[in-house]
């Protein structure tokens, strides 16, 4: 669980945030917070806002009102690269993987978003799988290599809050239980995450709070002690 001598303290607030591709109406006013050192997992189906969530705290869709606060600052108008450099990291579903540059050569291509980055060997401690394939071009590596690639590439830049979206999906699973570890190991260094993910066993395990969003709200939250009191209500809303 989150760290005690960081718990309480705010990382991100949402307030009545609303996002908008064009004229879709996507997010209507949700509200979450997240605390420093926490993992916070968005449950719901596909298409209810998750990923809208992630992305409307960056600042990559077309338009977004209401109030996101990310370590003290008020980034609701902020461009994304301003944003990100309030030290977020992203890890999108598509994973964005340069397929010609060997493995390492992604490692060092994302800038620092603030101090405190890991070192290429603390990543390859993290991953041995990247350090045995670290001169093979992107392209060749595995789903899973690629997926913990895209994970590891944010932590060089220094971030302390992970905005991870669907990255146990399609994979094997002994490399969801590396990405498990990984992320375990993260919390205990007093990062803050903020995971979507469909793969509930993968999820509850390592989510101290979560926020269940459905049609562009969030309709529950739960701390990880409520979930088996949340069951039947997590089976009716998400089929689980």
């Not at 979450?32 to 409307?56: F, I, P, Q």
């Not at 977004?64 to 606060?69: E, P, V």
């Not at 003290?72 to 108008?77: D, F, P």
């Not at 399609?170 to 007093?190: F, H, S, W, Y």
Request: hydrophobic share 40%.
């Amino acid at each position: 669980m989150a760290d005690g001598k960081n718990s309480g303290v705010e990382f991100l607030r949402l307030t009545d945030v609303h996002a908008f591709y064009g004229e879709s109406h996507i997010l209507h006013g949700v509200d979450l917070t997240v605390n420093r050192g926490e993992v916070v997992t968005l449950l719901g189906r596909n298409g209810a806002g998750r990923t809208t969530t992630l992305k409307a705290i960056l600042g990559l869709v077309g338009r977004r009102t209401g109030s996101i606060m990310v370590n003290g600052t008020e980034a609701v108008a902020l461009p994304p690269h301003r944003i990100a450099h309030l030290g977020i990291g992203y890890c999108p579903e598509e994973r964005g993987i340069f397929t010609s540059l060997t493995c390492e050569e992604n490692l060092l291509l994302p800038p620092p978003v603030a101090s405190g980055g890991m070192s290429v060997d603390e990543i390859y401690d993290m991953f041995p799988n990247l350090k045995e394939r670290r001169h093979s071009p992107g392209g060749r590596l595995s789903g899973g290599e690629q997926q913990m690639l895209s994970v590891a590439r944010i932590l060089r830049t220094g971030a302390k809050l992970l905005l991870l979206d669907e990255i146990s999906e399609g994979l094997a699973p002994v490399i969801v239980q590396a990405l498990g570890r990984a992320i375990r190991t993260l919390r205990a260094k007093g990062l803050t995450i903020v995971m979507v993910e469909q793969n509930f066993r993968f999820a509850a395990p390592l989510a101290d709070r979560f926020y269940v969003v459905e049609h562009g709200r969030v309709i529950e939250t739960f701390a990880a002690a409520e979930l088996e009191a949340k069951k039947d209500m997590l089976h009716e809303v998400l089929g689980v």
